[in-house]
């Protein structure tokens, strides 16, 4: 079992597919790989190309419902399950408890949240999100944190998080992809056991593919197998709803290689 536990295959609900073929083609991409599932995560809250997207569990369960019937007849070896992606928005607590019900889980298991940090800024109350999710028996996992500036200077805002029980899933193309600022701190994230979760994050399937397998083939190679293993484990334990047993975070500070240089170009990132 191979599992991808964040990605936008889902039609028309973001900024990923436009429609079911494109919907069929990422499916036969993933499935081509070796993915056996995967957990769908449209965007939720978040504000994007001029887009805001706003998407609610019923309708994302009745959507990956059909995607199934539709990949079964297509021959794909391929399960779709239940996700959402929720965005770290200014009003995200209060609708934690006046709106429980958008609060779709990971695979509907009520063990496992998906929630996204801008790009630009840190909100502030991160930290006291992911508090009032435990207390309700919800584990956050954060999406993608390589890709937050503000975090990228200051890499403890990660080892706080994963030492209150957060977990961490960063993308695969950041950990073989050309962007250096992404690669090398997700290194680090890595050389630091604060990486939980390897993800696609896969939208399209020209432009942002699946590439789960290559990003776990390099953690093989230049890590170890067991790292991989571990990751490989972590995503099943996620889909299945079970107790995932991090490795021993370890603590962390600025890497010069990818700090000091934030003037340069390839540190700028658009909101």
């Known amino acids: 079992m191979l599992v991808d536990i964040h990605n936008h295959i889902l039609p028309g609900l973001d900024d990923g597919p436009k429609n079911w073929e494109e919907t069929i083609m990422l ?53 779709i399950h239940p996700g959402i992606e929720f965005h770290i928005h200014r ?50 996992v954060l999406a993608h944190p390589e890709r937050n500036k503000i975090i990228r200077r200051n890499p403890e805002i990660v080892y706080e998080l994963v030492s209150e029980g957060v977990l961490i899933q960063v993308t695969a193309d950041s950990i073989t992809g050309s962007g250096r600022r992404l690669k090398n701190f997700s290194h680090h994230l890595l050389d630091h056991n604060l990486v939980h979760f390897i993800a696609s994050d896969a939208h399209h399937y020209v432009k942002r593919k699946f590439k789960l397998v290559s990003a776990y083939e390099y953690i093989g190679v ?10 490989e484990r972590n995503a099943v334990h996620l889909l299945k709803g079970t107790d995932i047993k991090p490795f021993h975070p370890l603590s962390i500070g600025k890497r010069r290689q990818y700090f000091f240089l934030y003037n340069h170009p390839l540190n700028k990132i658009k909101a």
């Open 27 to 79: 499916a036969k991409q993933a499935a081509e790989t070796g993915i056996t599932h995967v957990i769908a995560t449209p965007h939720h809250k978040h504000k994007h190309g001029g887009h805001y997207y706003v998407n609610e569990p019923e309708n994302i369960n009745i959507l990956t419902e059909k995607a199934n019937k539709l990949i079964k007849k297509h021959g794909i070896n391929l399960s």
């Open 91 to 140: 009003d995200i607590l209060a609708d934690l408890e006046e709106k429980p019900g958008d609060f779709l889980t990971l695979n509907n298991t009520l063990k496992y949240m998906l929630i996204e940090p801008p790009c630009s800024y840190y909100p502030e109350h991160t930290m006291d999100l992911s508090l009032r999710l435990k207390q309700k028996g919800i584990i956050p």
């Open 222 to 231: 230049n890590y170890s197998s067991g790292y991989r293993e571990y990751l």
